[in-house]
């Protein structure tokens, strides 16, 4: 029986408060965050994590002084080794971070010692951006030299079992609130700027597409908005604003419950951002009820997706996506057009 190494790529996030700083230049000096000339972009990257240490240390102490980014991918990672293996694949899952432990040389060399036959790259980002898979893919290819055919699932926006986790999460804690009538669903996904999705990225399309396969399975939940939250700087970013979506829903006299599609595990976006500072908005506009569904986690349907990512892999070569999705030609910075193109 073949040996299949698994890697899963996430951010990353700090495992102390000392770990913030360093874990905010490691996100800021990335060409695919800020697109400069390295003499510009690595002083740049030194202010930025400098200047917002502190308030992102505020933060990761409301979560006891770390991210649960790591240990919530690990607890990932364990469950899709264990399908995997269910399914008779001799399988090893590993991790590897972008911009904190455990970086992708570390891992490298842990599935280089582990002598791999086949080898799936499985990005955690349901939606390819340049930003994050691409980023992570590149990373990985200049730090693997080790044994093994290599194959990557470059996005799967729009397969069943991320829907229906999603969905029911969605559905589980509107029926645990009295199942409100007059709320709005807003499913609110991490933000770009507008001149990268223009560029071709197909982040954006791809969140549309999440969006509406998780509403195919909610069509109690009619009233619904896409939105774009943690949004910073001056360049102009995908809009509306996940902030501006709960300002006119509270308008409208309405509630909203939020769903955070485009991450699958839980961190300092979904817990400090959607649980604190929206909340803490919401409630200063009088929204009669505010409500958030969490993410896709270890949730049966979901691993069952990543098993079934990684088994179709296998037959063949390449960069594709998984599942009913495929990137129309005008969005050519997804990495299955890329190496098309190479």
Not at 58 to 71: E, I, T
Not at 115 to 133: M, N, W
Not at 333 to 339: F, G, L, Q, T, Y
Request: with cysteine; aromatic share 8%; glycine share 6%.
């Amino acid at each position: 029986m073949s040996r299949l190494a698994v890697v899963l790529f996430n951010l990353g996030g700090p495992d102390s408060l000392k770990a913030v700083r360093p874990f905010l230049f490691n996100l800021f000096r990335d060409p695919a965050i800020i697109q400069l000339p390295a003499i510009a972009r690595l002083p740049l990257a030194w202010l930025i994590s400098t200047t917002r240490s502190k308030p992102a240390q505020a933060n990761y102490a409301l979560m006891g002084g770390r991210s649960p980014l790591l240990p919530e991918t690990q607890a990932q990672a364990q469950a899709l080794e264990a399908e995997l293996k269910a399914r008779g694949h001799d399988a090893r899952v590993f991790i590897a971070m972008r911009y904190w432990k455990p970086f992708a040389d570390e891992t490298a060399k842990q599935v280089a010692a582990f002598g791999p036959d086949e080898i799936v790259l499985l990005p955690l980002y349901p939606q390819y951006s340049t930003t994050t898979s691409g980023s992570s893919l590149k990373d990985w290819a200049r730090a693997y030299k080790g044994p093994g055919r290599t194959r990557t699932v470059c996005c799967y926006p729009t397969t069943s079992g991320l829907a229906e986790a999603h969905a029911a999460e969605i559905r589980k804690v509107w029926e645990a609130a009295g199942s409100p009538t007059n709320i709005r669903l807003l499913f609110s996904a991490h933000g770009l700027p507008q001149r990268i999705v223009d560029d071709g990225d197909p982040y954006q399309a791809q969140i549309e597409a999440t969006a509406a396969s998780i509403a195919y399975h909610l069509p109690e939940l009619a009233d619904r908005r896409v939105c774009y939250q943690s949004r910073v700087g001056r360049l102009e970013w995908l809009g509306p604003s996940t902030d501006d979506c709960i300002r006119e829903a509270a308008a409208e006299g309405k509630g909203v419950l939020i769903s955070p599609i485009a991450f699958v595990s839980e961190h300092v976006e979904t817990l400090v951002e959607l649980d604190h500072e929206y909340a803490e908005l919401a409630k200063s506009l009088g929204m009669p009820v505010y409500l958030r569904a969490r993410t896709p986690g270890i949730e049966a349907p979901f691993i069952s997706d990543l098993a079934a990512a990684v088994v179709e892999a296998l037959p063949r070569t390449g960069v594709a996506p998984h599942g009913p999705w495929m990137c129309m030609l005008g969005l050519g910075k997804c990495a299955c057009h890329e190496e098309k193109v190479a």
